[in-house]
């Protein structure tokens, strides 16, 4: 079976080959056929693979498909390299991205580009098996960039928009920086080691450096400039929201199965590094601690449905920053598979949402369609369970809950990381119940036009059992003591000791977790259900509303860059619009043309002429002959 | 036989090159720039006669049967050239046929 690893990320690749080569010309049932069948099938190697790797628990597959280049020593192969790490991502990236894929198949149905879209699609679940497959960092960055080229290439999607176009843009660039950060991490590691084999790297870290070693701080924090870029984390955030301009499928598998999980990857990845340098740990968490508040209050405000759904991707891949910050791996990678789960269904419900009333994706002309839309608002109101993490029924509980209770009992705790995750917690069962009450309660406002069909119901009702038991793998010890996660894990990610004298609060802690997420939604609850004139006292208050525009702009981020940097760039580049060194260039094809100008004016087309310059040149020719 | 200086031959020869070559350059009309072509091959085919008659070798004379071949050639290709040119210009003046002005 294991011979098989190469068709996971082989099938998505050949599907959009397919795809672009022959899309346009084929029919569409062909066109679905291969779009969704590509990545169904490698799902279904994922899973007689993943049986099998859980039957032997060997400690990895490896396989070499071929030697990728050698140059002076350094030969990276394209070979794949599985173990339980792997194991989780390809199970997600494949399984979600398979119900994704199901569903656009409806939401995209009239869409004159649908191979492109398929084509796209299959391009990016390729890329990202190649990323988190991949047995060295070479391999990995392609996988990288290819994630990166399919994120510009899908937010563009429907690039006669110039606002799309732009999005697309800005995505690239932005994760671009991080990128060049990671690149120049990856450079010093060949440097250190000789190779960029990952197994190597990690083994021989800690024979090379100590802990601290300047050289592994620096690395360290050049490969978590690449995961802030590409997962949308402080300061590089700004891309993401926008990013909802594409098609609403694009959003949920950028969101909860590709792209910005790549960093959370890549952390838990080179973890040996990490450990080796406890600064870069600390700033991962702080990063993480401050992402979350910000993006959580950012969400609180935004009236565009995906907008609130995108600053709470960012508010919780804080958290699994978080997690990874304090060392607690297994629980990252937990709160990774569960946020997959429930965020891809609040997108996709959302975009049936979108689908059924025309395109409409402000909150405030939605309401009342918790009659219109049934199966959507149940499955709606289980991803918000799970994402607000509501105690005992949800699975988002059960992995928020320890990421919490790891800050404060963990060996690296810390109170105030904690309370800025409860604190969290708050806001995001607040603005993810605002987003239900605003959305499926009150009057109806928008005639409801598409129901959607089998193709949209079924992921959503699939998505929706995993947001619900997908927490009852990994319980808390008070509580059931399931460990099946930790333990698939604990081989390749180093379990996190607990504190012993802490495990007696620990359900003190659970039922305050419990109590913030209720209270949450409670005031959720009042303000946008029960008493609407708190609302309106709260718009009539000039600082809530300073506040609230503040908040609205994502905390001004993006007038800051826009001032800081994009402003006097462009200001150079017009500046020096004829480029300084370009002139030297300029000079000498004027200089050519001032010659080629005075030449021509030689050739008059008259044979007398010519004859009076044969005589003038022989009779020189004679003088000079003759006198020398 | 009286000899001719050879001076006088070559200086004949000079003359009638000299007469041939001005006449090429500012002639216009094909036909008599051809005429003043023919003139400049004759006075070079005198030089060469008498050049060989001082030495008294038979050098001279060859080369001006060369010469007379080449000119009758070149005459041939040169009235067909001048045929066509007046067929697509309606005008024999070199001047008109200027196309290749840079």
Same mark, same amino acid.
């Given at each position: 079976?294991?011979?098989?690893?190469?068709?996971?990320?082989?099938?998505?690749?050949?599907?959009?080959?397919?795809?672009?080569?022959?899309?346009?010309?084929?029919?569409?049932?062909?066109?679905?056929?291969?779009?969704?069948?590509?990545?169904?099938?490698?799902?279904?190697?994922?899973?007689?693979?993943?049986?099998?790797?859980?039957?032997?628990?060997?400690?990895?597959?490896?396989?070499?498909?071929?030697?990728?280049?050698?140059?002076?020593?350094?030969?990276?192969?394209?070979?794949?390299?599985?173990?339980?790490?792997?194991?989780?991502?390809?199970?997600?990236?494949?399984?979600?991205?398979?119900?994704?894929?199901?569903?656009?198949?409806?939401?995209?149905?009239?869409?004159?580009?649908?191979?492109?879209?398929?084509?796209?699609?299959?391009?990016?679940?390729?890329?990202?098996?190649?990323?988190?497959?991949?047995?060295?960092?070479?391999?990995?960055?392609?996988?990288?960039?290819?994630?990166?080229?399919?994120?510009?290439?899908?937010?563009?999607?429907?690039?006669?928009?110039?606002?799309?176009?732009?999005?697309?843009?800005?995505?690239?660039?932005?994760?671009?920086?991080?990128?060049?950060?990671?690149?120049?991490?990856?450079?010093?590691?060949?440097?250190?080691?000789?190779?960029?084999?990952?197994?190597?790297?990690?083994?021989?870290?800690?024979?090379?450096?100590?802990?601290?070693?300047?050289?592994?701080?620096?690395?360290?924090?050049?490969?978590?400039?690449?995961?802030?870029?590409?997962?949308?984390?402080?300061?590089?955030?700004?891309?993401?929201?926008?990013?909802?301009?594409?098609?609403?499928?694009?959003?949920?598998?950028?969101?909860?199965?590709?792209?910005?999980?790549?960093?959370?990857?890549?952390?838990?990845?080179?973890?040996?590094?990490?450990?080796?340098?406890?600064?870069?740990?600390?700033?991962?968490?702080?990063?993480?601690?401050?992402?979350?508040?910000?993006?959580?209050?950012?969400?609180?405000?935004?009236?565009?449905?995906?907008?609130?759904?995108?600053?709470?991707?960012?508010?919780?891949?804080?958290?699994?920053?978080?997690?990874?910050?304090?060392?607690?791996?297994?629980?990252?990678?937990?709160?990774?598979?569960?946020?997959?789960?429930?965020?891809?269904?609040?997108?996709?419900?959302?975009?049936?949402?979108?689908?059924?009333?025309?395109?409409?994706?402000?909150?405030?002309?939605?309401?009342?369609?918790?009659?219109?839309?049934?199966?959507?608002?149940?499955?709606?109101?289980?991803?918000?369970?799970?994402?607000?993490?509501?105690?005992?029924?949800?699975?988002?509980?059960?992995?928020?809950?320890?990421?919490?209770?790891?800050?404060?009992?963990?060996?690296?705790?810390?109170?105030?990381?904690?309370?800025?995750?409860?604190?969290?917690?708050?806001?995001?069962?607040?603005?993810?119940?605002?987003?239900?009450?605003?959305?499926?309660?009150?009057?109806?406002?928008?005639?409801?036009?598409?129901?959607?069909?089998?193709?949209?119901?079924?992921?959503?009702?699939?998505?929706?059992?995993?947001?619900?038991?997908?927490?009852?793998?990994?319980?808390?010890?008070?509580?059931?003591?399931?460990?099946?996660?930790?333990?698939?894990?604990?081989?390749?990610?180093?379990?996190?000791?607990?504190?012993?004298?802490?495990?007696?609060?620990?359900?003190?802690?659970?039922?305050?977790?419990?109590?913030?997420?209720?209270?949450?939604?409670?005031?959720?609850?009042?303000?946008?259900?029960?008493?609407?004139?708190?609302?309106?006292?709260?718009?009539?208050?000039?600082?809530?509303?300073?506040?609230?525009?503040?908040?609205?702009?994502?905390?001004?981020?993006?007038?800051?860059?826009?001032?800081?940097?994009?402003?006097?760039?462009?200001?150079?580049?017009?500046?020096?619009?004829?480029?300084?060194?370009?002139?030297?260039?300029?000079?000498?094809?004027?200089?050519?043309?001032?010659?080629?100008?005075?030449?021509?004016?030689?050739?008059?087309?008259?044979?007398?002429?010519?004859?009076?310059?044969?005589?003038?040149?022989?009779?020189?020719?004679?003088?000079?002959?003759?006198?020398? | 036989?009286?000899?001719?200086?050879?001076?006088?031959?070559?200086? =004949? !020869?000079? #003359?009638?090159?000299?007469?041939?070559?001005?006449?090429?350059?500012?002639?216009?009309?094909? $036909? @008599?720039? %051809?005429?003043?072509?023919?003139?400049?091959?004759?006075?070079?085919? =005198? !030089?060469? #006669?008498?050049?060989?008659?001082?030495?008294?070798?038979?050098?001279?004379?060859?080369?001006? $049967? @060369?010469? %007379?071949?080449?000119?009758?050639?070149?005459?041939?290709?040169?009235?067909?050239?001048?045929?066509?040119?007046?067929?697509?210009?309606?005008?024999?003046?070199?001047?008109?046929?200027?196309?290749?002005?840079?």
């Amino acid at each position: 079976m294991a011979e098989l690893l190469w068709l996971i990320p082989a099938l998505p690749f050949a599907g959009a080959l397919l795809l672009v080569l022959l899309g346009s010309r084929l029919p569409r049932a062909l066109v679905t056929t291969i779009g969704v069948g590509s990545v169904g099938i490698s799902a279904a190697v994922t899973l007689l693979l993943g049986i099998e790797y859980l039957s032997e628990s060997p400690a990895f597959y490896h396989q070499v498909v071929w030697n990728w280049f050698n140059v002076a020593g350094f030969s990276p192969s394209v070979a794949f390299h599985l173990d339980a790490l792997s194991m989780v991502f390809i199970f997600v990236i494949t399984f979600v991205g398979f119900l994704i894929h199901v569903y656009s198949t409806e939401y995209m149905a009239h869409d004159p580009d649908y191979a492109r879209f398929f084509a796209c699609m299959n391009l990016f679940v390729g890329s990202m098996l190649v990323l988190v497959m991949a047995d060295n960092l070479l391999l990995l960055y392609l996988g990288w960039e290819g994630v990166g080229l399919c994120s510009y290439l899908l937010i563009g999607f429907w690039y006669k928009e110039k606002a799309n176009g732009y999005a697309a843009r800005k995505a690239f660039i932005i994760t671009r920086v991080g990128d060049t950060a990671m690149a120049i991490g990856l450079f010093m590691l060949f440097q250190t080691f000789g190779t960029l084999h990952i197994q190597t790297i990690s083994t021989e870290a800690v024979q090379v450096w100590d802990t601290d070693a300047r050289m592994a701080v620096i690395i360290a924090f050049l490969l978590l400039g690449g995961a802030v870029g590409k997962s949308g984390q402080l300061p590089l955030q700004t891309w993401l929201p926008d990013a909802m301009a594409g098609p609403t499928p694009v959003s949920a598998l950028i969101h909860a199965a590709t792209m910005v999980t790549a960093g959370v990857y890549l952390i838990a990845r080179m973890h040996v590094i990490f450990e080796l340098a406890p600064g870069a740990m600390m700033a991962v968490a702080v990063i993480g601690a401050i992402t979350l508040l910000l993006a959580g209050c950012a969400a609180l405000t935004q009236y565009d449905l995906k907008r609130v759904l995108a600053y709470s991707t960012i508010s919780q891949i804080g958290y699994m920053f978080l997690a990874l910050g304090v060392g607690a791996w297994s629980a990252g990678v937990f709160h990774f598979m569960i946020h997959a789960f429930f965020k891809a269904l609040l997108f996709l419900c959302a975009g049936a949402i979108i689908l059924a009333l025309h395109h409409e994706q402000d909150m405030r002309r939605m309401g009342g369609l918790q009659k219109k839309l049934p199966i959507v608002f149940w499955t709606f109101l289980i991803g918000a369970a799970s994402l607000a993490a509501v105690p005992l029924v949800s699975a988002g509980f059960y992995s928020k809950d320890q990421i919490l209770w790891l800050q404060l009992a963990g060996e690296n705790g810390n109170i105030w990381l904690y309370l800025a995750g409860l604190l969290g917690a708050f806001i995001t069962s607040i603005y993810t119940f605002r987003m239900v009450f605003l959305t499926f309660y009150g009057e109806s406002k928008t005639h409801v036009g598409h129901q959607p069909t089998m193709a949209i119901k079924l992921p959503l009702i699939i998505l929706a059992v995993l947001s619900l038991v997908g927490g009852f793998i990994e319980l808390p010890h008070n509580f059931g003591h399931v460990v099946l996660f930790s333990d698939f894990l604990s081989p390749i990610l180093p379990t996190i000791s607990v504190v012993p004298d802490f495990n007696r609060y620990e359900w003190m802690l659970q039922l305050l977790a419990a109590v913030v997420s209720l209270s949450g939604i409670f005031i959720a609850y009042l303000i946008y259900l029960k008493k609407p004139d708190l609302r309106a006292s709260l718009h009539r208050s000039e600082t809530a509303m300073a506040v609230h525009r503040f908040w609205h702009s994502g905390w001004g981020f993006d007038k800051l860059y826009d001032t800081l940097l994009v402003r006097p760039y462009v200001f150079l580049a017009k500046v020096n619009k004829d480029d300084v060194i370009d002139s030297f260039y300029t000079f000498l094809t004027r200089l050519a043309e001032a010659f080629h100008d005075l030449f021509s004016d030689s050739q008059t087309g008259l044979v007398r002429n010519y004859v009076m310059g044969i005589v003038v040149g022989a009779i020189m020719i004679l003088t000079i002959t003759i006198f020398l | 036989m009286s000899s001719i200086p050879m001076e006088a031959g070559l200086l =004949l !020869a000079g #003359i009638l090159f000299v007469i041939g070559m001005v006449s090429v350059m500012i002639r216009r009309n094909v $036909i @008599f720039m %051809l005429i003043s072509v023919e003139i400049m091959l004759n006075a070079a085919g =005198l !030089a060469f #006669i008498v050049a060989g008659s001082h030495w008294a070798q038979p050098d001279g004379q060859i080369m001006f $049967i @060369f010469i %007379l071949t080449m000119a009758a050639a070149e005459v041939s290709v040169g009235l067909a050239l001048i045929l066509q040119l007046y067929h697509h210009l309606k005008t024999l003046d070199s001047d008109a046929a200027n196309f290749m002005k840079g």
